[in-house]
């Protein structure tokens, strides 16, 4: 029972997290300095990367029926949508595909192709997937936050850096059983 409410009190946390994120965006709009290109290039491959994560664990989900992929993927999709209200808040035209396990980023491909094939030996080896993929993405938020001046995005990427980190414990639990 407790589980049951645990995780019915992440899903609302999560919601309430996407709620105010959309509502920040709105109050930001007007206020669209100019961007520099690295931060710009950020923000589209953290895009490009969310959809890296929620392609991989959705694959790897329907794969070994772990449902700490099912329920990481659903987080993954919200970081998506998060990235691509941000892009849409600073008016940033941005190429993505809707098809999964396609990417416009060649590195990003590689990488996905490279953790499907890793992740589809061994349910082992999937959650050492999904434990690379949260300290990927924790590296290049960290980068990202450095990169930019720009309180609104730090508080964006900051708040991607703290679902990552609790991805990345989640996945070590797991391994360590």
Do not use: C, P
Not at 79 to 101: A, K, P, W
Not at 112 to 126: H, T, W
Not at 146 to 171: C, G, M, P, R
């Amino acid at each position: 029972m407790f589980n049951l409410k645990k995780r019915t009190m992440h899903k609302i946390i999560g919601k309430i997290a996407t709620v105010l994120l959309m509502l920040l965006s709105l109050n930001s709009i007007g206020q669209n300095a100019s961007l520099s290109d690295n931060i710009i290039n950020d923000m589209k491959y953290m895009l490009e990367e969310e959809k890296v994560a929620r392609d991989v664990y959705e694959y790897l989900g329907n794969k070994w029926n772990l449902r700490i992929f099912q329920n990481i993927q659903q987080s993954e999709q919200r970081h998506f949508e998060t990235m691509e209200n941000l892009l849409n808040t600073h008016n940033v035209v941005y190429q993505i595909t809707n098809e999964r396990g396609v990417f416009y980023n060649e590195n990003l491909q590689k990488m996905y192709d490279a953790l499907i094939l890793k992740g589809s030996r061994s349910k082992r080896e999937a959650l050492e997937v999904g434990k690379l993929i949260e300290e990927t993405d924790i590296k290049d938020l960290e980068k990202a936050i450095e990169n930019t001046e720009d309180v609104y995005i730090k508080q964006i990427y900051s708040n991607l850096l703290w679902a990552s980190q609790k991805h990345l414990k989640a996945f070590n639990r797991h391994l360590s059983k």
